[in-house]
T-cell receptor, first 112, second 109 residues
């Protein structure tokens, strides 16, 4: 059984660009949640996808968007990057919407 | 809204017990979690406790829950240098987790 995987590991972008981060959920899990972790902070909830539909969103602007695919993998897209978007982006999968969440290794995004 | 608070730092000597504390605000949380984060890594699930329990023990880990005071603690027995990391307490929302800012545990050899 494979765990949650994320790609890429690291990414450097410039302000105003767009970025796509990817996540493969753990085998058997149909729910993916995305979190942003700024340096020195706890993770903050961005949104959750359940069976390809958005199932809740945190306090993030619309330029943060996502997708979930039929195999339950997911993408996080961020448009018009700002310096404050620099963070570790964590993906977590769970068997169902309210179940225990298992995290991937994260993608470190740096915006210059 | 939900708010989870933790002390920022804890130092212990190798072999001693560590106790990491957390307070939370949402009394309707079904589960409360402890995650561990090593430098540059994602979050590793350590343990969790159901909200109708007072205590849960899992090998070297003991979780205590005081629902009246909304206080959660994680005790690590016989702390080892490999336990040095940041520990996050999290409470459940409708479909997400609310995390504290994390407690950095340093184990002194």
């Amino acid at each position: 059984e494979t765990g949650v995987t994320q790609s890429p590991t690291h990414l450097i972008k410039t302000r105003g660009q767009q970025v796509t981060l990817r996540c493969s959920s753990q085998s058997g899990h149909n729910t993916v949640s995305w979190y942003q972790q700024a340096l020195g902070q706890g993770p903050q909830f961005i949104f959750q996808y359940y069976r390809e539909e958005e199932n809740g969103r945190g306090n993030f602007p619309p330029r943060f968007s996502g997708l979930q695919f039929p195999n339950y993998s997911s993408e996080l897209n961020v448009n018009a990057l700002e310096l404050d978007d620099s963070a570790l982006y964590l993906c977590a999968s769970s068997f169902q919407r309210s179940d225990t969440q298992y995290f991937g290794p994260g993608t470190r995004l740096t915006v210059l | 809204g939900e708010d989870v608070e933790q002390s920022l730092f804890l130092s212990v000597r190798e072999g001693d017990s560590s106790v990491i504390n957390c307070t939370y605000t949402d009394s309707s949380s079904t589960y409360l979690y402890w995650y561990k984060q090593e430098p540059g890594a994602g979050l590793q699930l350590l343990t969790y406790i159901f909200s109708n329990m007072d205590m849960k023990q899992d090998q070297r880990l003991t979780v205590l829950l005081n629902k009246k005071d909304k206080h959660l603690s994680l005790r690590i027995a016989d702390t080892q240098t490999g336990d040095s990391a940041i520990y996050f307490c999290a409470e459940t929302g409708a479909n997400n987790l609310f995390f504290g800012t994390g407690t950095r545990l340093t184990v002194i050899p």
